[in-house]
């Protein structure tokens, strides 16, 4: 079966850098998302990744290693407007979108 | 800015009620879909559009319907409302052919079934 596997929740430090893991195993690989959603809010598009290698924007960063099935989404200088929930997705041989179960993350003062 | 605008924020219907979610978007994409999001779950695809009039079933559209009328309005419709559809249900749409897939989402529609 297709699997995507993502922390529950995480708790970091305002200022601070925080790395959120993504592992998948899916029927073939078109590209993986990351999305944020602030509670009772709309996902929002943060990155998409279909090459390996890691992809910078702004305090937010995206790693990809499609040889290990692994992703991960790096936020520096922590604000606490980045509690959130972060949602991985991998879109399969078919073009559909396999989701994780999010990772809930809690920023502390 | 593209806007994806659904109906109700909030719905509380009773057992076997009939009932109706609305999602328009405004920026002309070919690509709709309705989402179910429930804690401890990844997304679940209830139902997708490519097109107008035109409709896929997602991985779990059992007990749902949709409609596609317009170009702009992707419509979900629980015919016979139980309470194992209580959720949050989200509504998305793409570009379309040759996109990278970013999906813009609606804010949600919270339905309780009691």
């Known amino acids: 079966g297709q699997n995507i596997d993502q922390p529950t929740e995480m708790t970091a430090t305002e200022g601070a850098i925080v790395q959120i893991n993504c592992t998948y195993q899916?029927?073939?690989?078109?590209?993986l998302f990351w999305y944020q959603q602030h509670a009772g809010e709309a996902p929002t598009f943060l990155s998409y990744?279909?090459l390996d290698g890691l992809e910078e924007k702004g305090r937010f960063s995206s790693f990809l290693s499609r040889s290990k099935g692994y992703s991960y989404l790096l936020l520096k200088e922590l604000q606490m407007k980045d509690s959130a929930s972060y949602l991985c997705a991998v879109l399969d041989s078919n073009y559909q979108l396999i989701w994780g179960a999010g990772t809930k993350l809690i920023i502390k003062p | 800015d593209v806007k994806v605008t659904q109906s109700s924020r909030y719905l509380v219907k009773r057992t076997g009620e009939k009932v109706f979610l609305e999602c328009v978007q405004d920026?002309?994409?070919?690509?709709m879909f309705w989402y179910r999001q429930d804690p401890g779950l990844g997304l679940r695809l209830i139902y997708f559009?490519?097109?107008?009039?035109?409709?896929e079933k997602g991985d779990i559209p059992e007990g749902y319907s949709v409609s596609r009328e317009k170009k702009e309005r992707f419509s979900l419709i629980l015919e016979s409302a139980s309470t194992n559809q209580t959720s949050m249900y989200l509504c998305a749409s793409s570009v379309g052919t040759g996109d990278t897939g970013e999906l813009f989402f609606g804010e949600g529609s919270r339905l309780t079934v009691l």
């Open positions: 899916t029927s073939g690989f078109n590209g």
């Open positions: 920026m002309d994409h070919e690509n």
């Open positions: 990744n279909v």
């Open positions: 559009s490519y097109d107008v009039k035109m409709k």
